[in-house]
């Protein structure tokens, strides 16, 4: 059952129907141990933020940011931002000082509510430079507040503004006139072009995608879905927001990195990611199985070929495998699969939504194979996340994206465009009329920037358009997809192609360190740091043979003929990596320009 109301009465009506119930389950900032927090718990924390804001003069359809990773607060701070029809500007933790500074004068920030350290550092570095910026927020109890800062206030101080309710009567009365076309997030996209720009997401639009996906995504009450995606992702933050109208619990990780420490501990049942977090899961799988002895990768290997018959071959054709393939897999789910999901604290698995970036056929078989459901699917903030995903009743194709869920209309241009329609389309940029004038089509088509083709009801990605590049004989190379074959290589965590205007492909990788120097000590090469590591050539001829096994299907024009390797990782405080860990692609070119030069010398 969901409850599909507008946003500042959604946690309040929930209360209504589940009560004590546990509603989130969270860490406190620097603690370990698990706490949980009931619906009616929820509902008055909600209550207390409204009238908190009401009561340091928050008006209607105001901007207030929240610059902080997953915590309570942080969905505390965003159903009362709503409750008083204001509006929530989500930045992003990892922002960096010139992006918070441009994004708070942009919005006209007055409240900002900030995480850790990092986040008040920041923001109060850049306070002088934001004129109408007036109070920092800050949810963690162990940031250390300057001396000199008469402007910032601990959230437990500021909840006193809202104790017992002082204005109640008026967030009632404001509540009641919301409406669903106003505003409810200003959404800010880093971009992989530097640009940032504000994406206007409504209530209705919200609204829109609860109803549309509520019909082809399975969650209910009895899930525990993981955040860990940061909410600022809109994928993450309209697949939290769908978890709650359907009363599930919410299970908060507040650091990326902990995450799969964190699902052992608390036992999601369903999570949404990106596909480089399935890619290390079966990288990770891929290296248990090389470290295996002759029988048990001959057992596992057998495994996951029953896996793939069962799951992919049949299920998701929507057809009935046969009996004996049927009672094979069935123990083989009970002894091998089982114990990989109970490994990665996912014994009780329901659904795992899936987007971001092209999905390798290989990495989805496998999850798949060992009896996940991988929910692939496609979206943007401007689109409020889902365009289209499997719908797992009826039947997908390994390779897609899923169907286009109810409400949207999707439509290629003759260039080869995604163009979408429906009520879950961005009306536009916030300040910037210019580039929502130039991006939708004249008859009202929003242009997404990405390629694909419709078959059989299903869509299918190509590439970014304006990420192809022509190499100096005149092919076209589709970057994503040659670098999302490469790296599923148990070796390799990151690479980046080169080919635009160049005679051939070559790439920038970034290795898997700890599992390079662990085959650097068992085959006894000697180094003395990463960068000798990187530079010997037995590592580099290793890796090459294992590239060329990878790209055998590729046409000969798209193959990777040579490569770097790079002794770090790549880095936002460089500009080479946006938020959400997009490569900046000409950032990266500048930062590497005379390893890349080197590549093509005769």
């Known amino acids: ?38 619906w009616n718990q929820f509902s008055i924390a909600v209550k207390q933020v409204s009238n908190a804001l009401l009561n340091v003069g928050v008006k209607v359809q105001e901007n207030v940011g929240i610059f902080s990773q997953n915590s309570a607060q942080y969905l505390f701070c965003d159903f009362g931002i709503w409750g008083i029809r204001a509006v929530s500007v989500p930045l992003y933790a990892t922002s960096s000082e010139q992006q918070i500074q441009f994004m708070v004068n942009d919005a006209k920030i007055r409240f900002l509510f900030v995480g850790e350290q990092e986040q008040y550092d920041k923001a109060r570095r850049v306070f002088s430079l934001c004129p109408t910026l007036e109070r920092i927020i800050v949810f ?19 909840l006193k503004y809202g104790e017992n309710f002082p204005r ?70 309209g697949w939290a927001i769908l978890s709650l109208t359907v009363g599930a619990r919410l299970i908060i990780n507040t650091h990326p990195q902990e995450v799969q420490q964190h699902m052992r501990e608390t036992h999601p049942t369903s999570m949404s990611s990106v596909p480089r977090f399935w890619e290390k899961v079966y990288a990770g799988v891929q290296a248990q ?25 049949y299920l998701s054709k929507g057809q009935r495998p046969p009996l004996a393939l049927h009672l094979e897999y069935e123990m083989i789910n009970k002894t091998v699969f089982s114990l990989i999901r109970k490994e990665l604290g996912l014994e009780d698995a329901n659904i795992f939504p899936t987007a971001g970036a092209a999905v390798s056929e290989k990495v989805e078989e496998f999850v798949h194979s060992i009896g996940l459901n991988m929910v692939v699917g496609y979206g943007l903030t401007e689109s409020l ?53 130039n991006s939708f089509t004249e008859d009202g088509y929003f242009k997404t920037g990405d390629s ?51 005679k051939f492909v070559s790439a920038l990788i970034v290795p898997n360190y700890p599992l390079l120097e662990e085959y650097a000590r068992e085959h006894n090469i000697a ?40 002794p770090h990782h790549l880095s936002m405080e460089k500009g080479e990596l946006t938020n959400t860990l997009k490569v900046r692609r000409r950032v990266l070119y500048e930062n590497y320009r005379e390893a890349i030069d080197k590549m093509y010398e005769e």
Request: charged content about 25%; overall charge negative; hydrophobic content about 35%.
């Open 527 to 566: 180094f003395n740091s990463r960068e000798e590591l990187c530079a010997n050539s037995t590592v580099y001829e290793m890796l090459k043979e294992r590239i060329d096994t990878l790209q055998q299907q590729l046409a000969h024009y798209e193959q990777i003929k040579r490569f770097t390797l790079l």
């Open 385 to 437: 996340a889902t365009v289209s995903c499997d719908h797992l009743d009826e039947g997908y194709t390994v390779g897609s994206v899923g169907r286009p869920i109810e409400g949207i209309s999707v439509k290629i241009s003759d260039e080869g465009e995604i163009l979408l329609k429906g009520p879950t389309i961005t009306s536009g940029y916030y300040n910037r009329d210019d580039i929502t004038k």
């Open 289 to 313: 199985i090389d470290n295996a002895n002759v029988a048990k990768r001959k057992l596992f290997l057998h495994a996951l070929s029953v896996g793939k018959k069962h799951n992919i071959d």
């Open 140 to 158: 963690d109890r162990l940031v250390r507040i300057s001396s000199h800062d008469p402007n910032a206030i601990y959230f437990d101080d500021f």
């Open 168 to 237: 109640q009567t008026e967030v009632e009365m404001i509540a009641k006139d919301a409406s669903f076309d106003e505003i409810a997030n200003i959404l800010y996209t880093s971009g992989t072009t530097g640009d940032s720009k504000g994406v206007i997401l409504k209530h209705s639009q919200y609204h829109a995608a609860f109803e549309a996906n509520y019909k082809c995504v399975p969650v209910t009450d009895k899930d525990r879905v993981m955040n860990f995606l940061p909410y600022t992702h809109i994928f993450e933050r």
């Open 452 to 502: 694909g083709y419709l078959k059989d009801g299903e869509l299918f990605l190509k590439e970014r358009i304006k990420d192809l590049f022509k190499t100096s004989n005149g092919k076209y190379i589709a970057p994503q997809m040659i670098e999302s074959k490469i790296l599923v290589d148990k070796y390799i965590e990151t690479i980046v192609v080169i080919a635009d205007q160049r």
């Open 1 to 38: 059952m969901q409850t599909n109301c507008h946003l500042s009465m959604l946690i309040h009506e929930q209360a209504k129907i589940f009560g004590d119930r546990e509603a989130l389950i969270y860490q406190d900032f620097g603690a370990t141990e698990w706490k949980s927090c009931s």
